[in-house]
């Protein structure tokens, strides 16, 4: 017994003294909560905790639409900020900066729960400091960075409302651009003929031969066909707003539209370069018609 004793207590001695130096790391709990309390008193944001989660809100405006559940389907305009200043995503006109979807499928998780159960109505906006434990982790998503902590501002639009959202944008777009001289039609088309043309005239049954360039409302070109590589199309197969505007043309003419997404893309957009719920802007050159 003494044998096993002279053998076994030094080892024993050294596992207590390198226990005792081991380091001890902070968890990411506590550095997510020092994190967020910093940011809120740089900022000297005035939000409040939710339910001790360590998620913290303000409702910046009051839902006055109907009341949201998870199985609804919600327009959303956000942005992001990553409360470390590596990331920051606020054109609202962006494909990642638009939502259309049920709400119960909205990341993260600690957002529908704001949306639903705080801001509960929609029309309303709400913005949320979330820990990155609540948000996305340490492995991040696309260009948000692990372990980041986020501040978002979530818009919840009434779908109700979004041809009168639209034709605001529109009409915003044109003021901020210092575009004139257009024609609004009883479906919510805005149209400037630049060239009226002089040649064949243009039924929705025609097939055109365009070069044109679309643009989103926040300048990013998503589609063009360069003079010279012009494209063809039966006039029939393409969005709404060009049947509607394209016959008040002819062979030769051109014409600017603002097209909202009821007459182009729809709610949905069109993936991977059109975002949800989205007014274009096209110019297009009409260089031949086939009847």
């Not at 998620?55 to 009051?62: A, G, R, S």
């Not at 060239?195 to 243009?202: L, N, R």
């Amino acid at each position: 017994m003494r044998r096993f004793l002279k053998y076994t207590f030094p080892v024993f001695l050294s596992l207590v003294i390198f226990a005792s130096c081991k380091k001890e790391y902070e968890t990411i709990d506590v550095i997510d909560d020092r994190n967020i309390q910093e940011y809120i008193q740089k900022n000297k944001l005035n939000v409040l905790q939710y339910q001790q989660t360590g998620i913290y809100y303000e409702v910046l405006t009051p839902g006055t639409g109907p009341v949201l559940d998870y199985s609804d389907m919600i327009p959303a305009i956000i942005t992001t900020r990553s409360i470390d200043g590596k990331y920051t995503s606020i054109d609202t006109f962006s494909v990642s900066n638009r939502y259309y979807n049920f709400l119960g499928y909205f990341n993260p998780e600690a957002v529908r729960l704001g949306i639903k159960e705080v801001l509960k109505k929609s029309n309303g906006t709400i913005r949320m400091i979330i820990p990155s434990r609540l948000a996305f982790g340490r492995n991040g998503s696309g260009n948000i960075p692990g372990n980041a902590s986020i501040d978002m501002t979530i818009r919840v639009l009434d779908i109700s409302k979004i041809a009168a959202y639209e034709d605001f944008s529109i009409k915003t777009y044109l003021q901020t651009n210092s575009l004139t001289g257009f024609t609004k039609t009883s479906s919510g088309l805005y149209y400037k003929i630049a060239q009226p043309g002089t040649g064949s005239p243009i039924t929705v049954d025609s097939t055109i031969v365009a070069n044109y360039t679309g643009k989103l409302l926040n300048g990013v070109v998503f589609d063009r066909a360069a003079p010279g590589s012009e494209a063809t199309f039966p006039l029939k197969n393409l969005v709404q707003g060009w049947q509607e505007a394209i016959p008040l043309i002819k062979q030769g003419g051109s014409i600017r539209l603002l097209v909202p997404s009821s007459l182009a893309y729809g709610m949905q957009g069109s993936s991977p370069s059109i975002p949800a719920f989205s007014a274009l802007d096209f110019e297009i050159n009409v260089t031949d018609v086939k009847q």
